[in-house]
């Protein structure tokens, strides 16, 4: 199992290349890891215990959290002019609720 305490660890007595390095995170990144919950359930009178996988950077489930967070938001960026270098004369600063406003 990899993780940042045993890799550090290990850090300490071996100095690892940048090689060993990429490689020890994708196989950090293509371990899955769950965490455990536990529910008390007033009907069964018995605790019912739920799997969860964790969401770590580069793995299927973070990949579709952020996916989600910026879902829409491509399309609403399409007119949105951010910087427009030929456009020296109205260099007005927006803040950042005029920013918004103007969306």
Not at 12 to 36: F, G, H, P, S
Not at 70 to 92: A, C, H, Q, T, Y
């Amino acid at each position: 199992m990899v993780s940042l305490r045993s890799f550090l660890k290990d850090d300490l007595i071996q100095n690892y290349t940048i090689e060993e390095i990429v490689e020890k995170y994708q196989e950090w990144v293509t371990q899955d890891t769950y965490m455990i919950l536990t529910k008390w359930n007033k009907e069964k009178w018995k605790n019912d215990v739920f799997a969860v996988k964790c969401s770590k950077r580069g793995n299927d489930v973070y990949k579709t959290r952020v996916k989600r967070k910026f879902d829409g938001v491509g399309e609403l960026s399409k007119n949105i002019i951010f910087f427009n270098p030929k456009d020296r004369k109205n260099n007005k600063k927006l803040h950042r609720t005029e920013f918004y406003n103007k969306i």
